[in-house]
């Protein structure tokens, strides 16, 4: 019978204790779908989706507008990818969401005026070939190529950047520029150039990943 005040007054404190180590369950912030044109409220200095979305609506008019790709009399082939697109740039992005958004826009928006070879799946394509070759498939319904389809331009380019900083307030300014450039396979010729150029400036740059 002695036992009982000493095991209440051990009950009563892992109460205590419980109520001291109690997990904060409240909702945050639910997220919310915002445009991915226009600046959000998470922003930095560096370059963002509105800033992609802006850089290949824009490349790809002028792109258009340019009659040696657009208009020659027989299609050319374009190869569009992010292997000779180089970031030597401060700002951490994945380049393929520049080059692949501006070869889908032009894919669309050229209706037939250019033909897109997609070099970056010519793993897949030599593979299946292959395949096709050794009899382990059928033929399918395409007629078969010689070889895979080459290219007669190719997207080129660069993404630089200019950073400063205010040791006193901890402003910091980035100035940014993308260059890109459709060069000719065989002889080398840059036929067609463009470039994309802003500058941001925050009390506080943010994490990109």
């Keep these: 019978m002695r036992r009982l005040p000493a095991l209440a007054s051990v009950f009563v404190a892992g109460l205590a204790l419980s109520a001291c180590q109690s997990v904060d369950n409240t909702a945050g912030s639910p997220s919310v779908y915002i445009d991915p044109g226009s600046v959000g409220p998470v922003k930095g200095v560096g370059i963002e989706s509105q800033d992609i979305i802006g850089m290949t609506d824009q490349m790809m008019r002028d792109m258009l507008s340019q009659p040696r790709l657009a208009n020659a009399q027989t299609p050319p082939n374009v ?5 000779y ?3 030597e740039s401060s700002s951490r992005l994945n380049k393929n969401s520049i080059t692949d958004r501006l070869r889908v826009g032009l894919n669309r928006a050229a209706a037939g005026r250019m033909q ?10 030599a593979k299946e070939r292959d395949l096709k070759r050794q ?3 059928d033929k ?3 007629p078969s190529a010689h070889a895979p ?15 400063s900083r205010d040791p006193k307030t901890g402003m910091m300014q980035r100035y940014n520029q993308i260059i890109f450039e459709m060069v000719d396979l065989e002889s080398s010729d840059i036929v067609w150039s463009g470039i994309y150029e802003f500058a941001k400036a925050a009390q506080d740059d943010i994490i990109y990943r």
């Design 79 to 83: 190869i569009i990818d992010s292997e």
């Design 85 to 87: 697109f180089y970031n």
């Design 116 to 125: 897109f070879v997609g070099r970056h799946y010519a793993d897949m394509v």
């Design 135 to 137: 009899g382990v498939v």
């Design 140 to 142: 399918a319904t395409l």
């Design 149 to 163: 389809k080459g290219g007669d331009y190719r997207l080129g380019g660069r993404i630089t950047s200019l950073d």
